[in-house]
């Protein structure tokens, strides 16, 4: 579990009793969020009417994001378009560079996910509250259910929306950590069944490493799409 | 078909996990140490990023955008314009052509009609004249056909008279002999 140790960086700094020093994962979110800025400024630079590569790509993700947006949350979405953007390509960018060897993967922490997800959490509630007044306590009460079944299914609402930001953060979280330690596993498989038994686990490393790209991709994309989810109910009440 | 897959996954991390906690002492995830430094570099990092996103970087992107589809309607615009006039020039065209068609068919007729004309007209003349030569031929010949008996007549005449003065060597009366040419000229007939 080394790959997954967080240490300080340069000198300790300490606010009171907190310590805030820069650590590997300090390290790896400027990074992230460095090369988000400086692939999307070099692609927003220049406005040509036939895109060069750069360009493409920073114009392809704003339209892949924004009708990302628009399918799931509707029009009425589009003030937290900005957001959205900016936490796909964060979590994106961290998985991916989480991928490089001996790189530090800032989503395989619980607390990194958890703090994003609580973020949400509480500005997608605010935004209901803000919305729609107690009215977003209709969200607890499905229309079309048994009188008798309704407290049982009020009960249940209430628990599967308070668990949304733990599920969001644990998904996002496991899901990096298993896969980077399924790596090292068969990694470690490799050196001690040598040169002669290493072949199997190596090749398994190898589709391993593809499917954690993948993995990378989306888990990045199913954040972004749940905080899309959790935006609609808040805005269009359906319940 | 994913989740399941990651189920496998998170099942068989369990397994290893366990194995390995033995000598690495747990999940560097649930050591507090460093957690207020990454909630820290995280709002930090996320939040300017955030910001420089939303200001200045995609708001370009959006313009970017815009101005683009702007301009390939204004394109598709002025093609379809220029697509609208090619047309009407092409049966501005085809409308002259077929005008100078029918000009070109008059002025054929015209000739064609004048031409007509001359030739019936000189032909025309020429019967009259034809004609009138004709017809003045026919009056000669007529005349002459009735002048005819009488001048035979007259040499008969003369002819006998002058025959008779060298056969007999007298000369007969003008008036007897005449009417005796007459007939004889009576009885051929």
């Known amino acids: 579990m080394y790959q997954f140790n967080v240490y300080r960086i340069g000198p300790e700094i300490k606010l009171g009793e907190v310590d805030l020093s820069f650590t590997n994962a300090s390290l790896f979110m400027v990074i992230s969020s460095l090369a988000v800025l400086i692939i999307f400024n070099l692609g927003s630079k220049k406005n040509s009417l036939i895109p060069n590569k ?41 998985n991916m560079f989480g991928m490089i060897p001996y790189a530090f993967t800032v989503t395989s922490h619980i607390i990194v996910t958890f703090v994003l997800a609580a973020f949400i959490f509480f500005g997608v509630t605010i935004i209901g509250f803000i919305k729609h007044g107690f009215g977003y306590l209709k969200l607890f009460v499905p229309s079309g259910v048994p009188v008798v079944l309704l407290p049982l299914i009020v009960v249940i609402e209430v628990i599967s929306y308070l668990s949304r930001p733990v599920s969001l953060s644990v998904r996002l979280f496991a899901n990096m950590m298993a896969g980077h330690t399924m790596m090292k596993v068969f ?13 199997l686990p190596l090749g398994f490393s190898v589709a391993l490493t593809g499917l954690e790209i993948l993995v990378a991709f989306l888990q ?20 | ?60 992107i959006s313009e970017n955008l815009e101005s683009r589809k702007a301009e390939i309607l204004e394109n598709i615009e002025a093609a379809e314009k220029q697509r ?33 004309k001359d030739v019936d ?19 000669e010949i007529l005349d002459l056909k009735n002048k005819s008996p009488e001048k035979i007549r007259k040499i008969a005449i003369e002819t006998s008279s002058d025959l008779i003065k060298q056969l007999i060597g007298v000369e007969v009366n003008n008036s007897s002999i005449s009417a005796i040419v007459e007939d004889v000229s009576r009885k051929t007939n």
Request: charged share 20%; aromatic share 16%.
């Open chain 2, 1 to 60: 078909m994913f989740v399941r897959f990651s189920q496998i996954i998170l099942i068989c991390f369990l397994i290893f996990s366990n194995a390995e906690s033995a000598e690495s002492g747990g999940m560097p995830q649930l050591n507090p140490e460093f957690w207020f430094s990454q909630i820290f570099w995280l709002i930090i990092t996320f939040g300017i990023m955030f910001i420089l996103l939303s200001k200045f970087i995609l708001p370009k």
């Open chain 2, 84 to 116: 609208e006039e090619s047309d009407k020039k092409l049966k501005e065209y085809e409308k002259i052509i077929l005008e100078t068609k029918i000009e070109a068919k008059n002025y054929f007729n015209k000739a064609r009609e004048k031409i007509l």
């Open chain 1, 54 to 94: 750069i360009q493409l790509l920073a114009e392809l993700s704003y339209t892949f994001v924004s009708k990302m947006i628009n399918d799931t949350a509707g029009s009425k979405a589009k003030p937290y378009f900005s957001f959205i953007f900016s936490l796909f390509m964060f979590v994106l960018f961290c």
């Open chain 1, 220 to 239: 990045a994309y199913v954040f972004a799409i749940l905080t899309c989810i959790y935006l609609n109910d808040a805005l269009n009440l359906h319940h």
């Open chain 1, 187 to 199: 990694g470690g498989f490799v050196i001690s069944l040598g040169i002669v038994g290493g072949w």
């Open chain 2, 121 to 139: 007209k000189k032909r025309e003349n020429l019967e009259k004249e034809i004609n009138d030569e004709i017809s003045n031929v026919e009056k």
